[in-house]
């Protein structure tokens, strides 16, 4: 017995021991409860932070948008045009590209005519520039189709320079759709498709946008007006398809040599910003009718002027017509036409191919007359077409035979 008490007292020690780690395991758990609850607090708190960054990139993109605006006196003047004054700027010009020391580089051409889009009235400007810098032909053609407003519903843009050892081409097109302003842009070294990329812009955001197209139509109707109004600041999309602003301003009236005489020609500022911060300015001066005397980059050696009397080289592709210069029409870089000689191109393809598939009988005929053609050889392919062809004359298909009566 004596022993047996021993041994529980010693093993008393051990329980305090343990009733102690178990109420240290105790006093731990609401540590613990408390980590816990901190990590979830943290996981809970992500959300937030990422709603808060994407918050922060909006403000950034609407700070973007605050920043580039169009003025009220500019989206004022768009909306004051009228049908008179938009009939006055339906005419076309040529002018021609010249260097400093009186050479001709090229020619440079813009007509805005009355048309339908989607049966739909508006004004189709089409302005193309051609000539060669250094031996290499290079060329910019812009088609737009506006508003009576000069708002933009479709336009093409298409750079190109010919190298010796392959071509570099820049397309870019821009279409409403719905209450979007869609995109798209690529630009082709040989074959390869270097870069490609497709934005769009809710058309609220473009509020006063001027566009290639769009701002050549703008100048003539200042022009006519013969006074541009103070902070006449539009926005455009500059090369990377970002929000930029371009400015129009007032420059002094000067004289020019036009025709063969002195005359007084009003002149307008362009100014359009860039994201890299590189701005380009032109100075256009125009004749009292809204024609172009003068057009030129600030810095650049190259000017494009209105000139009577051409060289015997550019002669050929000039024509009067009503006292007027007639540009020769290049279905091909026309939208318009473009898409009614896809759509003729398809139908035909389609008819041909369709009496192809009803008349069997002409593949096996031209395949004897290919086959028959290469194993004679002839010298005179014509003279051996007409000794083939002749007996087939006296054929008749089942289908022409006349039906005889039966006896």
């Not at 780690?21 to 758990?29: I, M, N, R, T």
């Not at 007639?326 to 041909?352: N, R």
């Amino acid at each position: 017995n004596v022993s047996d008490e021993a041994v529980s007292e010693e093993s008393k020690p051990e329980e305090e021991f343990k009733a102690s780690d178990e109420a240290v395991s105790e006093e731990s758990k609401p540590e613990e409860e408390f980590k816990a609850s901190d990590e979830a607090v943290s996981e809970e708190s992500k959300p937030e932070e990422e709603f808060k960054a994407s918050d922060e990139a909006v403000s950034e993109e609407s700070k973007i948008e605050a920043e580039f605006q169009a003025s009220d006196e500019a989206v004022s003047f768009l909306t004051s045009i009228e049908p008179e004054e938009l009939q006055k700027c339906v005419f076309s010009e040529t002018l021609m590209v010249m260097s400093e020391s009186g050479g001709i580089l090229g020619e440079f051409s813009v007509s805005v005519e009355f048309t339908h889009r989607a049966l739909e009235p508006c004004v189709i400007l089409h302005a193309r520039s051609h000539g060669a810098i250094d031996g290499s032909p290079c060329g910019t053609t812009v088609t737009a189709y506006l508003t009576a407003d000069l708002e933009v519903l479709e336009e093409d843009y298409h750079e190109y320079v010919k190298l010796d050892s392959y071509n570099v081409e820049k397309r870019s097109h821009m279409v409403q759709r719905g209450k979007q302003m869609v995109i798209n842009k690529f630009t082709v070294m040989g074959e390869d498709v270097t870069e490609e990329e497709c934005v769009s812009y809710p058309m609220s955001v473009l509020r006063g946008l001027v566009t290639e197209g769009s701002s050549m139509l703008l100048m003539r109707l200042m022009a006519l007006r013969k006074k541009v109004p103070k902070n006449m600041v539009f926005i455009i999309l500059d090369q990377s398809l970002h929000i930029n602003q371009t400015t129009f301003s007032e420059l002094d009236v000067k004289e020019m040599q036009v025709r063969g005489e002195t005359v007084e020609v009003f002149g307008l500022e362009r100014m359009v910003g860039s994201a890299d911060a590189d701005h380009s300015t032109w100075h256009c001066y125009f004749l009292d009718n809204g024609y172009l005397a003068s057009r030129k980059q600030v810095g650049s050696p190259v000017t494009m002027k209105f000139i009577q009397e051409l060289s015997k080289y550019q002669n050929h592709n000039q024509q009067k017509q009503g006292g007027r210069m007639k540009i020769p029409l290049v279905w091909q870089e026309d939208m318009q036409l473009y898409s009614l000689y896809l759509d003729k191109k398809d139908f035909l393809k389609a008819e041909h191919n369709s009496y192809l598939r009803e008349h069997p009988e002409l593949r096996a005929l031209l395949s004897d007359f290919i086959q028959d053609l290469l194993i004679v050889k002839p010298d005179n392919i014509f003279q051996f077409a007409r000794e083939y062809f002749p007996p087939y004359s006296t054929y008749h298909s089942p289908e022409s035979n006349p039906k005889t009566p039966s006896p």
